[in-house]
């Protein structure tokens, strides 16, 4: 007759039995637990815990009139070098005469190419413009638009700027939408108002299939390239405010799928603590983006500040 185990048998067996199965669950891999629990893994905050977007986090570089040849080849050569996580998307934006070299020895497993302005209408008699049809035909996926610089130094207005993302989507360009306030309209509590003005008129030229194909950038004018940085906390009532807009104005699921990301003085520094931001969805960079491995360092702010949730 089968004697029955005693007590501190049974309880190492058990024991034992859970360890075992522990280290199983561990054979498995990290790779394949993080694929599987996203919404339940403590560190997948954007799954389990953010409100805002639920697509991919976002980070853009804006590297304006900037670069020479031997400077864009040496900041190609740092970003390849580079890991990105798989789990944001980086983007690059050059000149447009180093768009050809970007385009050919950027790592595109790594990252796609942008351009920062397009024409508004197609080709034709339009000296020192870039149609939207060129860039398309170049094999570009993105294109920026209405950048407070070219607000202001290029007069663009809101209306021009809802026109150009129209043209650039029609033509199946990806949009990196810019919007932002002047220090005056924040301090004279007109903020809003003028947030509201730009988005009104982006969104008066796009159908709702549109906005798949966009990102909004909320870059507040007196922090761009200033040194000065929103707060995280200046970022995310932001954030939170355009999040409602586009729920209230457009729909519901486009504000649940649409990323909205920061830009103005973002660099290696501050990228964690902003991307912790609930409704952050990553940023446009502009001075950091021209050096590889301060850039490499602000493409894994969400990874770092996932794993370190």
């Not at 853009?60 to 996580?85: H, Y």
């Not at 707060?231 to 104005?249: C, I, S």
Request: glycine share 10%.
């Amino acid at each position: 007759r089968r004697q029955k185990p005693s007590k501190p048998a049974t309880m190492l067996f058990l024991r034992q039995q859970i360890c075992t199965r522990a280290h199983s669950n561990v054979g498995l891999g990290l790779r394949a637990l993080r694929q599987q629990g996203h919404a339940r893994a403590a560190g997948a905050r954007r799954f389990a815990t953010r409100m805002g977007c639920d697509g991919k986090f976002f980070v853009g570089g804006n590297w304006k009139s900037n670069g020479t040849k031997s400077s864009v080849s040496k900041l190609v050569e740092e970003l390849n070098a580079g890991s990105v996580p798989s789990n944001t998307e980086v983007v690059c934006a050059p000149t447009f005469i180093h768009l050809p070299y970007v385009q050919d020895n950027l790592d595109t497993a790594k990252f796609q190419v942008s351009a920062q302005n397009c024409w508004v209408e197609g080709q034709g008699a339009y000296t020192g413009e870039i149609s939207a049809e060129a860039l398309g035909d170049m094999d570009i996926k993105w294109v920026i638009l209405g950048h407070s610089e070219r607000r202001a130094l290029n007069g663009e207005s809101n209306e021009l700027v809802g026109e150009k993302c129209k043209k650039a989507l029609g033509e199946g360009l990806r949009v990196i939408a810019c919007i932002g306030e002047t220090l005056e309209q924040r301090q004279s509590g007109k903020m809003f108002d003028v947030l509201d003005a730009q988005l009104a008129a982006i969104a008066a030229n796009l159908q709702a299939e549109d906005w798949s194909s966009v990102v909004v950038a909320y870059e507040p004018v007196w922090a761009i390239g200033t040194g000065e940085v929103a707060t995280p906390e200046q970022a995310q009532e932001v954030h939170a405010y355009l999040r409602k807009w586009f729920a209230d104005k457009v729909s519901p699921q486009v504000s649940k799928s649409l990323r909205v990301i920061y830009g103005g003085s973002v660099n290696a520094g501050n990228c964690v603590e902003l991307g912790r931001q609930e409704d952050v969805d990553g940023f446009l960079v502009g001075g950091a983006s021209l050096k590889g491995p301060d850039f490499i360092t602000i493409a894994n702010a969400f990874e770092t500040a996932t794993t370190a949730a």
